[in-house]
């Protein structure tokens, strides 16, 4: 049985909205973040009114915000009870995982078939920037780094629909890897290392070596993870409040 729990948001949860962005998109945003960030918890319960009463906003957006998250699997709706934050499995971490190899050998792939300098410049600046962090022991800063490499590689891969996939894979790769971070960042070095033979195969042009380096990676960190033990608490927001 999933434990299920009622409670009242904090009222500095959400940011009131600015009404020239589009509502949906920017109360979906919103909602993500909370989940992706631990402020909502597996469990909690999404109240339409008191949402609206946070952001501002009609529950109209709110209702499709909503549908617009059990499509991504970080809310479900459950009848006659009301919308709650999914929980995440360790099976959901195994399949999100295998899943991720896949597309991300894919999108390093299509980037080194491509040669494109804009590609590379970026990647190469984002491999500095995470040495930098590494070198000052940035935690916080090293997870936003990573984020954003990965999701520099499916937006120079050109490829729409691989992208379009890429957001909901990276929306719970997201949630897990601040959950979990203690376990998958623990040596800074070590993570800058993983990533630089991506940025070598992609800058050389070797589609072939790029997807396998990518692809190893992923596994590397999934192997990172199973080295710390299956953890009983994957939706346990007290790790990522430290």
């Known amino acids: 049985m999933k434990k299920l729990r ?63 998250l059990e499509q991504l699997g970080l809310v479900e709706k459950i009848p006659y009870r009301g919308t709650f934050v999914s929980e995440l499995t360790e099976q ?12 991300e050998g894919l999108a ?38 990573d984020a954003d490499f990965h999701d520099a590689l499916f937006k120079f891969s050109r490829n729409g629909l691989l992208r379009e996939i890429w957001v ?6 997201r949630r897990f890897l601040l959950l979990k971070r203690r376990h998958l960042y623990p040596s800074l070095d070590k993570m800058v290392r993983m990533h630089e ?5 992609i800058s050389e042009g070797d589609p072939d070596r790029a997807e396998a380096e990518a692809r190893h990676h992923v596994l590397e960190a999934w192997q990172l993870m199973i080295a710390a033990g ?13």
């Open 168 to 173: 909901t894979v990276g929306a719970r790769l």
């Open 197 to 201: 033979p991506i940025v070598r195969a």
């Open 92 to 103: 959901d971490v195994e399949d999100l995982h295998r899943v991720r190899e896949r597309l």
């Open 230 to 242: 299956k953890s009983t608490t994957l939706n346990d927001s007290r790790e990522a409040e430290t």
């Open 108 to 145: 390093a792939q299509l980037v080194a078939e491509s040669h494109d300098t804009e590609a590379i410049a970026t990647l190469e600046a984002l491999l500095n920037e995470m040495r930098e962090a590494a070198a000052n022991g940035e935690h916080g800063r090293m997870m936003a780094l």
């Open 6 to 68: 009622k409670v009242m948001m904090r009222t500095d949860t959400f940011d009131q909205i600015d009404r020239a962005d589009p509502l949906v998109e920017t109360v979906l945003a919103q909602i993500m973040d909370a989940i992706v960030a631990g402020r909502l918890q597996s469990g909690d319960k999404l109240v339409e009114a008191r949402l609206g009463e946070q952001l501002g906003v009609s529950r109209g957006p709110i209702r499709e915000a909503f549908r617009r």
